[in-house]
């Protein structure tokens, strides 16, 4: 029984080493010709007696290779996009490796192409880029772009396969004309969202009959830090207040704390200020909008304070903004301080009354709606340069009533007219105080 067993595994020995011995095999490496760099996944197809065989694609460093080959004549075949074909004869030997390198010459698009401005914001980037087609002499060769767009990749040697994004012409002349060809030239962009944090490389590229041109390489950085936006602080009274912030990018990965730093020692407060001079404020929550309430604050002193959120990338802020905001105005010869902006751009005279009673601007608590003589002496400090013009051309109510209808608006534009108008109709409100 033993002598069968080896007799079977001589047999299959040598049936296995017979057929290496009767096949070889083909291995090589596909570079540009003009720069000598490898063609990445580029595909190479293999012919025997003008038929098809085998397909592959070179792997990074440009190498292919075709294995089991029986002996005999073959033809390699390489065509790739931007590249005129190549083809390559080579013969296989039994138990050999036949070495077959391949060049690929890049064809003449007639085209020279630019990358030009990156705009990067949070995770989104713009590209643009332009090109210039020239007419090759008098053979009427169309040189103008049929597709533009951008190729970008994290991985600069690996850029030719990274991804595409079409572009669309921002302008696109295509009716030039030179000794009988005919050429273009234009200007194109394309926006890319939602980039994860890292660096990028970006370069443009054209299309035409041809084949692809393509610009220089340029690199943009996705930071990946949160964006966070300071708003004004609200709710003022002598001692506390309502700081607001906006998260407008949760960041790469998201942020993991939020808050506020504030100080009246510090213009632009961070989180590694002294705890003496700074104060810090976390706000637990993933939500956009985030707010806290403080107290302590000493009465008449100016505050700053800036919005923070942070990842394990680091921390960043919004503005820094001051408070109490000086969102106000003061005319001293009429006595008088008036809101910077309007507190309601269509209200009715009863929801115009309430808002300036409730507003807290600087702190102050004693608003109110301007009367009929103050509206005047606003609308003449505007005329005589006092103040800069700050109203709208619009409508705004008074607290002085129409003794016979309503109460009364105050359209100053047209030589400062005033005229009854009925306490449902909608105008814009602007608050006052009496200075003290």
């Known amino acids: 029984m033993k002598k069968i067993f080896l007799m079977m595994f001589i047999i299959s020995c040598f049936i296995s080493c017979d057929t290496s011995l009767k096949t070889g095999s083909i291995y090589g490496i596909v570079t540009i010709e003009e720069t000598a760099e490898p063609m990445r996944a580029t595909g190479v197809e293999l012919y025997h007696y003008g038929s098809l065989l085998l397909k592959t694609v070179t792997y990074d460093d440009g190498h292919y290779e075709f294995e089991n080959l029986a002996t005999g004549e073959y033809e390699l075949k390489v065509t790739a996009t931007g590249y005129e074909d190549a083809s390559y ?95 273009g030239s234009g200007t194109f962009e394309a926006d890319v969202n939602d980039l994860s944090a890292g660096t990028y490389y970006v370069m443009a590229y054209t299309k035409n009959d041809y084949g ?51 100080s009246a020692f510090f213009s632009n407060p961070t989180i590694d200020d002294p705890a003496t001079a700074t104060s810090k404020i976390t706000v637990s929550g993933t939500s956009k909008e985030f707010g806290a309430n403080i107290a302590g604050l000493t009465a008449t002193t100016h505050y700053y304070v800036r919005a923070y959120a942070s990842n394990e990338k680091g921390t960043s802020y919004g503005a820094s903004l001051i408070f109490p905001e000086n969102n106000y105005i003061e005319l001293p010869s009429e006595g008088l301080m008036i809101h910077k902006s309007d507190i309601s751009s269509g209200s009715t005279w009863e929801d115009a009354d309430d808002l300036c009673k409730s507003s807290l601007i600087g702190g102050f608590s004693d608003w109110r709606l301007p009367t009929k003589g103050e509206w005047q002496l606003i609308y003449s400090s505007i005329i005589a340069g006092t103040i800069s013009n700050i109203i709208s051309r619009d409508y705004y109510w008074t607290s002085t009533k129409e003794p016979r209808y309503n109460n009364y608006y105050v359209y100053y534009f047209y030589n400062n007219t005033i005229s009854s108008h009925h306490i449902d109709t909608k105008n814009r409100v602007r608050c006052v105080r009496t200075l003290k």
């Open 212 to 262: 692809i041109e393509y610009g220089d390489i340029k690199s943009f950085e996705i930071s990946g830090l949160p964006v966070v936006k300071t708003l004004g602080a609200s709710n003022y009274t002598e001692t506390t207040a309502t700081l607001n912030g906006c998260i407008d990018y949760s960041g790469d990965p998201a942020f993991t704390e939020r808050g506020f730093v504030y």
């Open 89 to 183: 004869d080579v013969i296989v030997e039994a138990g050999r490796a036949a070495r077959a390198d391949m060049q690929l010459k890049q064809t003449k698009t007639y085209m020279t192409v630019r990358t030009l401005d990156l705009t990067i914001i949070i995770n989104k980037a713009s590209f643009s880029g332009d090109y210039t087609g020239r007419a090759s002499g008098y053979n009427n060769t169309t040189t103008k772009a049929t597709e533009a767009g951008f190729i970008y990749s994290t991985s600069q040697n690996n850029i030719i396969n990274g991804t595409k994004v079409t572009a669309s012409f921002v302008n696109h002349v295509t009716d030039g004309s030179n000794y009988g060809g005919y050429y």
